[in-house]
């Protein structure tokens, strides 16, 4: 098995979060953190990583990658300066876990095609849930703080894998159209009940997650990249108003909406180039 030694590049990064931690000469910063107070820094280097990802830059996807790496450094000095366990012990820990679920690559197996490895890796994680002694359920080891859309996208899965799913997309289609019919009749209701309005709009984004599913799409990815697009296209509208000393309130919602279409044909324009 390999160490650090063979691995200088993390030798060197363990040795400088050692040296921050240190009691006497460490960062006055880094010694008041705890496995908590990281968290949010934790979810924010998450974010960049796809966010340099989403970009395409591979020298920010470099840096980025880095500063999530530091994260789990971070938390695994820590827990061995509480004597629980060690960087080396997380990375051995994975690697035995990867083995362990990918029998088709490290052991005997007849799973060749997609459906049949997902399958098996369900089985493999129900039997490592089971031997966890946790309570009998297709949904558990989903945490609950997960962003809403990966936490849908991974109970839909886990639905699927006892065989509670539509066998192809055409339902699933008909099942939106299904539930944006019951957003437009609350929107048309003689009084709006917010409640009942907030539940149908969640039935929608819960019925597009699972057609992103059917449809083979990360629908965390693609709302990235309809975020990123439509601020790309909304900040090109603001360069040519401020080339034109004009704000964007001055113009009425039509004469944005043409603004918005100038900008949408020349960036395609420019894509296409």
Avoid at 216 to 237: G, S, W, Y
């Amino acid at each position: 098995m390999a160490n650090t030694e063979q691995f200088p590049g993390v030798a060197a990064l363990l040795e400088v979060m050692q040296r921050l931690r240190d009691p006497e000469s460490g960062c006055p910063w880094d010694l008041q953190q705890t496995l908590t107070s990281l968290i949010p820094y934790t979810i924010e280097e998450a974010y960049e990583v796809a966010a340099a990802l989403t970009e395409g830059n591979l020298a920010e996807i470099k840096d980025e990658l880095g500063d999530l790496l530091f994260q789990v450094v971070f938390y695994t000095q820590l827990t061995s300066e509480q004597g629980q366990f060690t960087f080396d012990q997380v990375a051995q820990q994975t690697a035995d876990k990867l083995i362990r679920r990918h029998p088709h690559v490290f052991a005997e197996s007849s799973a060749q095609s997609d459906a049949e490895i997902k399958a098996q890796w369900e089985q493999i994680k129900q039997q490592e849930r089971a031997a966890k002694g946790e309570t009998a359920s297709v949904f558990n080891g989903i945490p609950d703080n997960l962003p809403s859309i990966l936490t849908a996208q991974k109970l839909q899965k886990r639905a699927a894998s006892v065989g509670f799913d539509w066998d192809n997309i055409v339902p699933v289609l008909a099942k939106v159209r299904e539930e944006l019919a019951e957003v437009e009749h609350e929107l048309n209701a003689q009084r709006l009940d917010k409640e009942a309005l907030a539940d149908e709009i969640g039935d929608v984004l819960f019925a597009v997650v699972n057609l992103a599913r059917h449809a083979q799409v990360n629908p965390e990815h693609a709302l990235r990249r309809t975020n990123h697009k439509f601020k790309q296209r909304f900040q090109a509208i603001e360069q040519r108003l401020a080339e034109r000393n004009t704000a964007a309130t001055e113009l009425s919602l039509a004469e944005l909406e043409q603004e918005w279409q100038l900008v949408k044909a020349q960036l395609k324009t420019a894509a296409n180039d």
